[in-house]
């Protein structure tokens, strides 16, 4: 083992909760309980209540001596148990963090989060060598987004992916039983990955032109345009006399305004000025107005639009990806070990070993990349998985069928 | 066997689709099967394509060859397999209804839905009998609702029910995760026992005086009043720094009005007429705004206050409860054993033999009620299921525990 300092360990969950956001917060235990707790390099464990914003307040659990049992319960429970947090600390919010860790003795720091976190263990961490603290800072990344641009994909995002599916599929055969126009929005304010997995809803044996639902899917990174979306409706509906849609929340126009704030009179903010596009069915009844008022024909009775925003169950349903549950377990494993490995910091990539072909078996591994890497950007769907203005493509549907787990097998007549 | 006419069956599916509505369709033609077409009698059996609607238009599937395997998977599939219809025949459409039989020779109907296909059931069978021709007319029971007055509980709610307290289960927990006011709006548009299924996410080792969410439940039952509502959030808001909440879609005041309407700038209205409650997240952003405005302190900020509507996918979410697929299919099954027994026509009541306390083996068995019983009447929560102004009683968490199937264990630090 490196030389490691003597002294206590944290762990923090931050932004929106995932189902399986839990699991990395056991796999980092069994981690230290494997390697600095057995050397008696970390004595205790602290969780965060609440992430940065309790730690800063010295609200703190105790985990150091939970047993197995109860862990394993734990990380089968969606959503996080430590408490989440939306702040983004600065550099100001950091230096209370570090003087936080100060007082607990804390000098392994891991915190389960999408971009922004790791931003802020990027933050606390050179902050902590700048001033000769002693601390090791690592990141494990959690988000249903699937917006890092350092993982293949990212914990959270198979099992948010894989309730878009199986609700996709299900409602599709809503919509065939009774016509009409159905929108379903989904979330993801930067990325489409989330959106895209409604694809997933089609029948796999017959993908190349099939004609199930969604047959248009609209992405954050297709600028959308509102009378391209109502003559693509049009279109399927004058054939089919319905049509099914997926939306992203993040949907937006050609000059990078989001259509949830151009369409919605009076549209939400939340504290960091963002349009609130979660938590509201706002979108979604917006773009059905938009079609009702442009496809009702002349003296004639508008077509039956409704509207969904499948809301904050996409990210906790309690029936997770198998193969997340699995990776989001070992994301906090390996962030545990990397300290004795000698690493002063860093966040944890996950990487596709194999399985993106039709049969070919599912591996992934995983890997240390420095935190300046991710922290702070934004991952989307790269050109490859888009097809058109309204598709995913074939790259995509390979890419994502083995991150969600079996689906469904459904009938029709 | 009793005197029964020599010809064909035809089966229909009509309203809002279920998780198990194509159970109670397979379980009819596994009924013909083995009793009226095993003797010669039945011939043919048909599937209305759209429910009456296709009928009188000759819009038929022919079901009498279907192999048991592909039925045991159309069976296990969600959403009504043959079409729906919202149509709600009246005298002359029925005239229509008893042509299109008898262009078919159908001298056995079978409906399967809620309260308005169990009238037709009724008109159609009044009319057979005014004019003479044979007809055989049963109504199989159908809806998330759960608003039949015959039926202890119908076929499709316990899933229904089982969606909802998964979702706010795992909902609750994301509510402590990232606090804040969070109203979750359920389907049922004059009975509130699907909402209040939600009361099944608190955890059951502790329901009296469990601080588990949803911690307000507001039934159309119970009239909706704003002020109370903003009192009661408040009230635990204050106390908790959080609020679950759970609003049924067909909330009215005391006049009978109904909230989405007059809280809701130009509600939507459907072809009955009725303010479209399913498929817009109006009523719940509407319920949050007035939150927002009335619980944001002088010069600080508004509270963080979300709204989800869960829409189509309650009714067809493809993890249904066990019991209730048992129970669709054997309603099927009973529904196409009545007309051997003499009936001329009848609907099925689903009746709970035993099994509402807590540790009693639950049992159900099935009855012949008349068309009239059931047709157009609407049931809703009994006063012993409700507890005060925004909640339930123990006596419903009894009645409803046993049908939705194991829920998630979950655990908390």
Do not use: W
């Given at each position: 083992m490196k030389d490691v300092p003597v002294g206590n360990a944290v762990i923090g969950q931050s932004g929106g909760p995932t189902a399986v956001i839990n699991q990395s917060l056991v796999g980092v235990i069994e981690g230290l309980r494997q390697g600095l707790i057995a050397t008696g390099t970390v004595?205790?464990?602290?969780?965060?209540?609440?992430?940065?914003?309790?730690?800063?307040?010295?609200?703190?659990h105790d985990l150091?001596?939970?047993?197995?049992?109860?862990?394993?319960?734990?990380?089968?429970?969606?959503?996080?148990?430590?408490?989440?947090?939306?702040?983004?600390?600065?550099?100001?919010?950091?230096?209370?963090?570090?003087?936080?860790?100060?007082?607990?003795?804390?000098?392994?720091?891991?915190?389960?989060?999408?971009?922004?976190?790791?931003?802020?263990c990027r933050i606390v961490s050179e902050m902590a060598r700048a001033t000769g603290y002693e601390l090791r800072c690592f990141h494990v990344p959690k988000t249903v987004d699937n917006d890092l641009v350092t993982c293949d994909h990212c914990p959270g995002y198979p099992s948010a992916a894989r309730f878009v599916a199986m609700a996709c599929m299900a409602d599709f055969l809503d919509n065939i039983s009774l016509p009409g126009i159905?929108?379903?929005?989904?979330?993801?304010?930067?990325?489409?990955?989330?959106?895209?997995?409604?694809?997933?809803?089609?029948?796999?044996?017959?993908?190349?032109?099939s004609s199930d639902g969604p047959q248009l899917i609209y992405l954050p990174e297709v600028p959308f345009d509102t009378d391209r979306f109502v003559g693509e409706v049009e279109g399927i509906y004058a054939r089919k006399g319905r049509c099914h849609i997926a939306v992203s929340e993040g949907i937006q126009d050609a000059r990078g305004e989001a259509i949830g704030a151009t369409l919605i009179r009076g549209g939400?903010?939340?504290?960091?000025g963002n349009v609130q596009l979660s938590g509201s069915g706002a979108l979604g009844d917006a773009l059905g107005d938009v079609l009702k008022a442009r496809l009702t024909p002349k003296g004639g009775?508008?077509?039956?639009?409704?509207?969904?925003?499948?809301?904050?169950v996409q990210r906790c349903w309690p029936d997770p990806s198998p193969i997340d549950?699995?990776?989001?377990?070992?994301?906090?494993?390996?962030?545990?070990?990397?300290?004795?490995?000698?690493?002063?910091?860093?966040?944890v990539a996950v990487v596709r070993v194999s399985g993106g072909r039709p049969g070919e078996r599912y591996v992934s591994d995983f890997a240390r990349v420095e935190l300046s890497e991710v922290?702070?950007?934004?991952?989307?769907?790269p050109p490859e998985f888009i097809d058109g203005a309204s598709n995913v493509s074939r790259a995509f549907l390979d890419y994502a069928l083995p991150l969600v787990g079996p689906l469904p097998d459904l009938a029709r007549l």
């Open positions: 004595r205790r464990i602290f969780g965060m209540r609440h992430g940065v914003k309790g730690f800063v307040k010295d609200e703190l150091t001596g939970l047993d197995q049992d109860f862990l394993d319960h734990l990380a089968a429970t969606p959503s996080a148990a430590l408490g989440s947090t939306r702040d983004k600390p600065d550099g100001p919010y950091c230096e209370r963090v570090l003087a936080a860790c100060a007082r607990h003795d804390v000098r392994y720091f891991y915190y389960i989060g999408g971009n922004d976190s790791s931003d802020t159905k929108i379903n929005v989904i979330m993801g304010r930067h990325a489409g990955f989330l959106t895209a997995a409604s694809a997933l809803a089609r029948r796999h044996d017959r993908v190349e032109g939400q903010t939340d504290a960091h009775k508008p077509p039956r639009v409704r509207a969904d925003t499948f809301g904050y549950v699995r990776e989001a377990r070992r994301a906090g494993r390996f962030a545990a070990t990397l300290a004795a490995r000698g690493e002063r910091d860093g966040s922290a702070a950007k934004t991952r989307h769907m």
